[in-house]
Nanobody
């Protein structure tokens, strides 16, 4: 199994930027699609971004399109989420996730089976 550890969260003001990192260990993630989920208090965990195993395809939820970018560096076995123009509604725990299947170019929320421990992002107004 791949172990995922998120980092980079924190308390920021609206309009600020953060870059979250997801360090994978145990196994390479180069053959797996990766994603970022977030969960606000009292809300379901939602997929907000994903990237194909090759890095050639990405998906973004409408709420973050144009502001967030998912990146992967397979040489470092790491996935990133660059978050710009943060809004208070972005406040949530952010989780990195690995897809169940291998060599996936297009995935949905149901394709992810495990997550990291999460990192808290709090955006003040």
């Amino acid at each position: 199994q791949v172990q995922l550890v998120e980092s980079g969260g924190g308390l920021v003001q609206a309009g600020d930027s953060l870059r979250l990192s997801c360090a994978a260990s145990g196994r390479t993630i180069s053959s797996r699609a990766m994603g970022w989920f977030r969960q606000a208090p009292g809300k379901e965990r939602d997929l907000i971004a994903s990237i194909s195993y090759s890095g050639g395809s990405t998906y973004y939820a409408a709420s973050v399109k144009g502001r967030f970018t998912i990146l992967r560096d397979n040489a470092k076995n790491t996935v990133y989420l660059q978050m710009n123009s943060l809004k208070p509604e972005d406040t949530a725990v952010y989780y990195c996730a690995v897809a169940r299947s291998y060599f996936s170019n297009y995935v949905t929320a149901t394709d992810f089976g495990s997550w990291g421990q999460g990192t808290q992002v709090t955006v003040s107004s």
